[in-house]
Structure formats: C-alpha cells, structure tokens
C-alpha cells in the first residue's frame, strides 16, 4: 500500500477507483474449468478496504444475510492487520472464503453499499475472500475439537447449510456425524457449482477442516440404509435436515422427450466431477445449444457448454433482463465468453427429426404483466401470433428446483411442510417433530449459499438451546416457542 493512501480518511473512496480483483481473460477462460478470479494482494486488499466510509448505520452490514461486521472487519484490513479481520469474517461465517465466492454481492452487501451511484462499491466479497485465503495461507484458521458435551446430532446433507450447522455445534462440544448419500460431500457446492465459480479444493479444505474438529462424515449409498428418522432420532440427541432441493421443474412442452434434451444439473455434473450418472447427457461440442432460464444454473450451464465447444449457446428466458435471476457479474461473465441472451421468449415445443433428434425449437414472444398485489416478479405472458422457430440440437433445461418429495422415506413424511412443498420450520429452524431440525433448499427452495449457511447456522444455535434446556430439566420436549433465535 502506497504512504500516500489515506487509509483512514472518511474520503478515501474519491481518490481511490475501486478495483476489481484479477480476472483472466474470456479466451483462456474457456480454454479450462478453473477460477475466473483471482484473489486480492496485499496492498491492493488494504487500498480497496480504505474505500470504507464507516458508516454508522452500515447498509451493507444489513444487506447481508449474515450481518457480518463489515466496516470493522475492512477498517482493520485498511490498517493491515489481515488475521484480526479474517477472524471477524469467521465469527459470522462459518463458510466466508465460499460465501466471497459465490454470493450474489450486487443483490446483497455491495448492492447495499452506499457509494453505489456516486462510485464503485467497496469490494467486500474480493476483500472477504483474501482474508480468509491469507488466514488458511497462515495457518490462523484454528481447527482445533472442542471439549465433549457428551451430546450428539445427526446433519443429514453437507451442502453448506448443513456444514454450516455441523462446524457450529462441533465448536461447542457435540459429536456430529454428516450422513451423505453422494460419494462426494459438499452439496451443490461440489456437485453443482462449476469449479470456474468455486474450485472444488476450497470446498474440500473446509470439509478436512470439519473432520480435524471431530466431525464424523458418512458417504454414499449405504447411508440411504440408516436414514429412518425414527432410528435417527432414537440414535441422536437432536436432528438436522439440510437435504437441499433438487427435483429439477420438468420441461412439459411436446417434444419435451426428443434425444438431445436434457436437465442442466446433470450436464454441469458430468462436466465439472468425476461423479458417475446413470445417463450421460447430450453431447454438446460444434452444436447450437439452446438453454432454458434465468438462474444460476442456466448461466453456469451455458458456460459449461461453451467450455464443451459448443458451436452457439443461446439463453432462452420469459422474463426481461432486469428480472433474471442470476447475478448481473455472472451475466456479464457468461456474455463475455460469448453466450447470447433473448429475453422475453418461452418455448412452446421441442421440434425433432425422424430419428427422434432435437433439430429446433419453437417460441413465442412473451410480455410482462403487472406482478400480483404483495409483490413478486411480473408474470410473463404469451404474445398472440409471435410464434417463431430456431436451430438447435441440444436444449438443456434450468427452470429451477424444488425439494425432493419424501415419498421414498414414508417416515419423513409426517413432517409438516409449506404449500411449496418445503420443510415446515418454526423460528428456531425446528420441523413439526421436535429436535428435528432444518434449513437450506430443503425449506426456503433454491436460493444463495448464504441463506443456507444462516439457515445452519441458526439451526445449531437453536439445537444448542434445546439439548441444554432438555438437559436442565426446564423443558417439555414438545415445543420451543418461548425461545428466541440469537441474532445473527
Ligand atoms: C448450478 C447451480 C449453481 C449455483 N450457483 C450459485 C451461486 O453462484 N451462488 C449461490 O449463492 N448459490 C448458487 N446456487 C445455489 C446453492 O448451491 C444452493 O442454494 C445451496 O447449495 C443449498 O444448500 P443446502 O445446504 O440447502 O443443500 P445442497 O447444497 O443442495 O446439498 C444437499 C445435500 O443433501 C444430500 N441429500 C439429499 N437427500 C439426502 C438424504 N436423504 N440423506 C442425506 N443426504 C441427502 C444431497 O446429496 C446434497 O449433497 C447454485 C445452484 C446450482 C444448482
Ligand atoms: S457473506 Fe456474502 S453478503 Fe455477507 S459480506 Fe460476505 S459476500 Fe457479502
């Protein structure tokens, strides 16, 4: 950092451009599945956080979902002491240098800055992610197991809001065994998050990290065996289901069946991990692929097919750009590397040869209604006679997901769940059964990392103030409404 930046001056910002951290280029992007960006070095880290103007009512600090102490955390950073901020980070997050990747920032803290309009805002998640790489690079990111509390909890799912959970009460003495049915533990964050967003190592660091602090993971199809919630909750003191959603919409136009027509997350997976799929999707490579949505999932998958060689990628979504789900950097990254967008357009039908080929799509122009009373994104709707028709030969299909069904488990489905089909929980994350917890996609369906990381977070916090209560005797165990959540 230069003597002449004024790191503690309240108008740093005016002097100071913000800086994004370094990117490659969009060629040697799609050339391999690795980071788009790379960390912070020192000086820029302590110039970009001397951009801070401390304010006293810090929006960004509410715009996230986790309340990290923001301004402190980048004033100390300004000032150069990396392992007190980092240990800041922590202190709200169990998963920052993650979170730094993979949160959508213009919706949550550095949408919520209040320089935005006048400069560039402070570039929290780029700052957040040096901390804590510095940290790890430092050995100051203690691992250490807690003393025994003689309690234990089964987390069922490691994607974040279940490590999350497990890395809160390993802290405060609970034996935790994550029980996983997939042979790789990490959730959508390994097994849907491409590595060019999050490489896979970081998600692997955390999960070595867990198992130093005595957290017992069970991997695989055997675990499917064990997963009886009665001999579950027999087994354990306190329950934690974070099984995420992921029962993809199904495409329901005609030629919905058509060979060349798949889901989006299966294609990511078979590209981005060695997990073996029973049905390997299409092949993508010098064909015009059409992909259908507007979230996260449409946005890696056209970047997926593009670093497949894909001839063309087009986005085909119904709503307008200013309602596209994904984050407007992804979206600008996925434009970048070349993936065309047409808003405003639904497919109608999936046009086939007489091999049973995907050759084409046809679709309408669509409009925005007036979004309901209450709020909500503007529903799209057809626009009479502006049916078209486009190449293609591969269509993959993002249009969102919903948690499992639990039919397959007839014990979990005296759980009470939400008219979205999610998990019915009360403040304290606490399902219909008591000492059952959960959080993530399981409940609140697709949606950042962060919330599933606050959604664990709370859960063991609240699974915390259960068994110790139980435990004194203070408690009924069949209800917890005179708790209240810690604030986060
Ligand atoms: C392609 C894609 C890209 C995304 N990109 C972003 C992004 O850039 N930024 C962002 O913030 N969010 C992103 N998301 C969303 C984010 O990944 C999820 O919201 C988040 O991972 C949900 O966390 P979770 O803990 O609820 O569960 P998940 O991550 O869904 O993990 C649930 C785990 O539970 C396991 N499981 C299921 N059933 C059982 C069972 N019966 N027993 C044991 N285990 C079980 C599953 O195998 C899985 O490993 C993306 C999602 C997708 C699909
Ligand atoms: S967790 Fe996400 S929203 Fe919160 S400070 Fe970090 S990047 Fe911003």
């Known amino acids: 950092m230069s003597d002449t930046v004024p790191h503690d001056a309240k108008y740093a910002w005016f002097e100071l451009p913000g800086v994004e951290p370094p990117k490659r280029s969009a060629t040697e992007r799609l050339a391999d599945f690795l980071e788009v960006y790379g960390p912070y070095d020192e000086a820029t880290a302590r110039e970009q956080a001397s951009r801070c103007l401390q304010c006293p009512e810090p929006l960004c600090v509410q715009g996230c979902p986790l309340g990290s102490r923001i301004p402190e955390w980048l004033l100390l950073t300004a000032e150069g002491h990396f392992l007190e901020a980092a240990a800041l980070t922590r202190s709200a997050n169990n998963l920052p240098e993650i979170c730094a990747q993979v949160c959508p920032q213009d919706d949550l803290c550095e949408g919520a800055c209040i320089l935005n309009g006048k400069a560039e805002a402070v570039s929290i998640s780029a700052i957040e992610r040096f901390l804590n790489e510095y940290a790890f690079a430092h050995g100051a990111v203690d691992a250490s197991p807690a003393k025994s509390n003689g309690l234990s909890v089964a987390v069922l799912g490691s994607g974040p809001g279940g490590l999350a959970c497990a890395d809160e009460l390993a802290g405060r003495g609970y034996a935790v065994t994550v029980l996983e049915t997939q042979p790789l533990p990490g959730g959508l964050l ?58 993809a919409h199904p495409l329901t136009v005609p030629g919905a069946e058509l060979k060349g027509v798949s889901q989006a997350l299966p294609f990511i997976i078979h590209h981005t991990t060695d997990v073996p799929l029973d049905v390997a999707p299409p092949e993508v490579k010098g064909r015009r692929v059409v992909v259908l949505g507007g979230g996260d999932t449409a946005l890696d998958c056209a970047r997926t097919a593009l670093r497949c060689a894909a001839a063309e990628v087009l986005c085909l979504y119904r709503r307008d750009r200013a309602n596209l789900r994904a984050s407007s950097r992804e979206y600008e990254n996925a434009v970048e590397e070349g993936a065309k967008f047409q808003f405003l357009t639904a497919v109608v039908e999936v046009l086939g040869n007489r091999a049973g080929e995907v050759t084409g799509v046809r679709c309408v122009r669509t409009e925005l209604a007036a979004a309901a009373a209450g709020g909500g994104r503007p529903p799209p709707v057809a626009v009479p006679n502006s049916e078209f028709t486009m190449p293609a030969e591969v269509v993959l299909v993002a249009y969102g997901f919903d948690p499992l069904p639990h039919r397959t ?80």
């Open 190 to 247: 390994v097994n849907g998050i491409p590595a060019f967003k999050l490489e896979k190592t970081a998600v692997e660091r955390r999960i070595e990290l867990l198992r130093r602090r005595g957290v017992r993971f069970r991997i695989g199809a055997e675990v499917r065996l064990e997963l009886n919630l009665r001999d579950l909750r027999d087994r354990f003191d306190a329950v934690f289901l974070g099984f995420g959603a992921q029962q």
């Open 409 to 488: 488990w007839a014990d979990y489905s005296q759980l009470a769940q939400t008219e979205t089909g999610g998990l019915r929980v009360d403040e304290n994350q606490m399902t219909s059964l008591p000492g059952v917890f959960a959080g993530g996609g399981l409940v609140r369906g697709p949606s950042p990392v962060v919330y599933a990381v606050r959604d664990g977070r709370r859960a063991a916090q609240a699974i915390h103030r259960y068994l110790t209560t139980r435990r004194e005797g203070d408690l009924g165990t069949s209800h917890t409404d005179h708790l209240t959540p810690e604030a986060l």
